[in-house]
């Protein structure tokens, strides 16, 4: 079975010390249990004060929102997976849409992100989506199935286990639009099709998917009823304390803990 996840993307949100005392607040109030996985992505600067804060007993698990595909060098403004993995996160966020449209990244440069994430044992999870047009335009399926392609290529069933993918419409992030679950499950089943062709059935239904876009306190058990839906990747809802444990509560509860 898979072990649902809730992950909350920050963003460019919290300052070092803001994220600390968020971190301490969310660890009271939230309800921790091995039926599921609690990862926040704080920016890169509250990494540190966040593991602090969280604690050692802290079970919620922490995630980089980027990194660089070298491990060192020349890259001025860049994070390496080394870099993370040294400040405990065990996760990165890979292919946010705000990184393909705001920051250029190509599908082949995302799949160099992967490579790195795999190499030094970080769990990465890629984002896939299709723009507003797209879906319009009847091209979901294969905006979905290129993105996939193109950042998977090459790499073995064995590295694609430590995969979380994340399928976050772009025109649903930050609009309070949310995806329908019955568009949500159809591409999920799209997404799980791919792997089964692409790799195999055992990786296909193995594989953890997120649902990501306007997930909100009120709208995510409509999302996590469906087993094709192994969680959330929350933005703004996961700024506040109450909404973003509020929706990791509604996630234990489907798994009856
Ligand atoms: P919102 O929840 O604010 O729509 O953002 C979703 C997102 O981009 C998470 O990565």
Redesign the pocket.
Same mark, same amino acid.
């Given at each position: 079975m898979r072990t649902p996840l809730i992950a909350g993307?920050w963003?460019m949100n919290k300052t070092a010390s803001e994220a600390a005392t968020f971190a301490r607040e969310l660890v009271q109030r939230t309800i921790t249990s091995p039926a599921i996985e609690i990862v926040i992505a704080p920016p890169f600067t509250a990494l540190d004060s966040v593991r602090h804060a969280l604690g050692t007993s802290s079970s919620i698990g922490l995630a980089g929102q980027n990194l660089h595909w070298e491990d060192r060098g020349a890259y001025t403004g860049e994070v390496s997976a080394p870099m993370l993995k040294d400040l405990g996160c065990q996760y990165v +966020?890979l292919g946010?849409?705000?990184r393909r449209a705001l920051f250029g990244e190509r599908d082949d440069v995302i799949q160099k992100k992967l490579a790195a994430a795999f190499r030094h044992g970080l769990k990465p999870i890629l %984002?896939v989506g299709e723009s507003l047009g797209e879906r319009e335009a009847g091209r979901t399926t294969e905006i979905i199935a290129g993105q996939l392609k193109g950042s998977l290529a090459g790499f073995t069933a064995t590295q694609l286990a430590m995969l979380t993918i994340?399928y976050?419409p772009v025109w649903? +992030?930050?609009?309070g639009k949310?995806a329908s679950p019955e568009q949500a499950i159809s591409v999920h089943q799209t997404i799980r099709q791919f792997l089964q062709r692409e790799w195999s059935a055992a990786l296909a239904q193995g594989t953890r998917i997120l649902y990501?876009?306007?997930?909100t306190p009120q709208n995510a058990s409509s999302f996590l009823a469906s087993d094709e839906i192994d969680g959330a990747?929350?933005?703004?809802? %996961?700024l506040q304390t109450e909404s973003f444990a509020s929706i990791a509560d509604l996630a234990q509860k489907r798994t009856g803990h």
């Open positions: 993307n963003k +966020i946010h849409s705000e %984002c994340a976050e649903a +992030i930050g609009t949310a990501g876009g306007s997930v990747l929350v933005g703004g809802a %996961c």
